[in-house]
């Protein structure tokens, strides 16, 4: 069973615009590690964010801010005033603490596309 | 600090064929796993290891394999290749404990079965 979730597949906005980013988990651990990832056309992966379960403190890194709710079980992104360099592929990611380090388990993936 | 280093960049491999691709991890990183990216599939886990022990799993068939040498360097290995094993395989490496950043991936090699 998929264990994230990213529900839109592509989101196109202008230059400018916010965009916001969603991402639904599932785990029966109580300890858990979410994360955003950035994917440009390169292929890299770059990592964005790390948060632990136990730390529900929103965070907020320049343009960039997250939105984690235990509640819903979401951890959402948000780029403020997009530009047209945040045009790549975003993946949330889950790691279990009963399962290895090591294994990332990824959501879909959802395209951005940000036009001038 | 010297990032992830993947090799090669890029393959045209034969069906039938077998390939290795080779990952350097970030010096002090004892922890290398492995990923497939595929348009269908998405991301998907393919082993991790540590400390030249393999340590996790996931879900593909025997013809994928992989090492890890004591310099943390690793290699896979997928033997009898499919047209569906063309993909982007990744590689990522993290140090030993659970500190505050993520996985550090490397570029990637692309794979191309033809």
């Known amino acids: 069973a998929q264990k994230v979730t990213q529900a839109q597949t592509e989101i196109s906005v202008v230059e400018k615009e916010d965009v916001t980013l969603d991402c639904v988990y599932e785990?029966?651990?109580?300890?858990?590690?979410l994360f955003w990832y950035k994917q440009p056309p390169s292929g890299e992966l770059v990592f964005l964010i790390r948060?632990?379960?136990?730390?529900?403190q929103n965070e907020i890194s320049g343009r960039y801010s997250w939105n984690f709710q235990k509640s819903t079980s979401s951890f959402n992104f948000t780029i403020t005033a997009s530009q047209v360099v945040d045009s790549a592929v975003y993946f949330c990611?889950?790691?279990?603490?009963?399962?290895?380090?090591?294994?990332?388990?990824f959501g879909a993936g959802t395209q951005v596309v940000v036009t001038p | 600090k010297a990032g992830v280093t993947q090799t090669p960049r890029y393959l045209i491999k034969t069906r039938g064929q077998q390939v290795t691709l080779s990952c350097s991890p970030i010096?002090?990183?004892?922890?290398v796993s492995w990923y497939q990216q595929t348009p269908g599939q998405g991301l998907q886990f393919l082993f991790e290891?540590?400390?030249?022990?393999?340590?996790n799993k996931g879900n593909f068939p025997g013809r994928f394999s992989g090492r890890q040498f004591s310099n943390s360097r690793s290699e896979m290995n997928v033997s009898t290749l499919e047209l569906g094993d063309s993909a982007l395989y990744l590689c990522?490496?993290?140090?030993?404990?659970?500190?505050?950043?993520?996985?550090?991936f490397g570029s990637g090699t692309r794979l191309t079965v033809v």
């Open positions: 990522a490496s993290s140090p030993p404990d659970r500190g505050a950043d993520g996985y550090t």
């Open positions: 785990t029966r651990d109580t300890t858990y590690y």
């Open positions: 948060r632990n379960s136990f730390d529900e």
């Open positions: 990611a889950l790691s279990e603490a009963s399962d290895s380090w090591g294994k990332l388990q």
């Open positions: 010096s002090g990183h004892r922890s």
């Open positions: 290891y540590f400390s030249e022990t393999q340590r």
